[in-house]
């Protein structure tokens, strides 16, 4: 049976077998350790869509109205922005630094560091209308998991935000994967911003899958979730989805089993599980499914109505 890896954000550059053979090599150390055959590399689908995400994303905009494309961007942050606040910093003040000016007036980057004012969750939903507030959120968050590297909240969120606001950008990147999904049964296998493409495809119809596998998906996100098109969330037809995430990946903020993002019937729930993550900003795809438990999912699924 066919496998389809659905990769996340900042992958521009790479090659279709790059990918491939990075998240099959820790697949199959996951196999291994569960003491299951490995997966052939005939057998891994990789819809890339890295190079086109970033020549989208680097000039997003150009044909929107400045004002409104900040009006709509600085809501989703903030929205975002705001529920991980709440759940990195419950009952903690946050500490957010304001926007300095040099002296002509414009806005420069705060020092981390600097001087800061002390505001409350509350505050700071109040005051989702000034972008200012927004991006100095965002830059706490960023501070303050500075493992995240590449994948900082605020790039993650702006490119879920782009693909999700965006119909052009949403209908391109949905294509390549589609075009790619084979007639014969496969599982897919979701991580990060990859999640959330993976869903928009499968619930349009009926597909001949096994199983989803998502691995550190943000959908649990309310920003991410009240902005999916069409509502309300709907279930793939599929028999098993099960969502594998990290309690510390501020990506994957909330399990998806849950009023988060949706509560469905016994025989179709989301089955959530819980793991460790041992990359620094425990979001990296490589500990996530190199994982036994990540590992066991994926070959049940591979496996499902086999005699074994």
Known sequence: MKIVFVHGRAQEGRS??????????????????????????????????????LDMTETWGASVNDSKRSSDEAAFLAEAATEILGRVGAGE???????????NGK??????????????IEQF???????SWVVDAVRFLDERFPELSTWTISKILRDV??????????????AIVEAAIPDAPFVMVAHSLGTV???NVLRRSKRNFNGL????????????????????????????WTNLFDPADIVALNPLNSESFARFDDTKA?????????????????????????????FDALNEGKTI
């Not at 939903?125 to 972008?131: P, Y």
């Not at 998502?214 to 599929?238: F, K, N, Y």
């Not at 620094?280 to 990540?294: E, F, G, K």
């Open 270 to 298: 989301i089955l959530d599980v819980a793991i460790y993550n041992t990359s620094d900003n425990r979001h990296n795809i490589t500990p996530y499914l190199s994982h036994a438990a990540s590992a066991g999912r994926i």
């Open 16 to 53: 279709e077998r790059e990918i491939r053979d990075e998240w099959l090599k820790a697949l199959n150390a996951g196999l291994t350790s569960i003491q299951q055959p490995t997966v052939d590399p005939s057998d891994v689908i990789v819809p890339y869509y890295g190079d086109a995400l």
């Open 107 to 120: 806005r420069v980057k705060g020092e981390i560091g600097g001087a800061r004012t002390e505001v409350d």
């Open 213 to 240: 596998i998502t691995l550190g998906s943000p959908l649990g996100i309310g920003a991410v979730r009240s902005r999916l098109d069409p509502q309300p969330v709907t279930r793939p037809a599929v028999t098993t």
């Open 161 to 174: 935000h782009i693909y999700l606001k965006d119909e052009k950008i949403r209908t391109k990147i949905d």
């Open 93 to 103: 003040t946050i500490k957010v630094a304001p926007v300095p000016v040099d002296p």
């Open 125 to 131: 939903k109040r005051g989702i209308q000034n972008w």
């Open 197 to 199: 493409v993976a869903y």
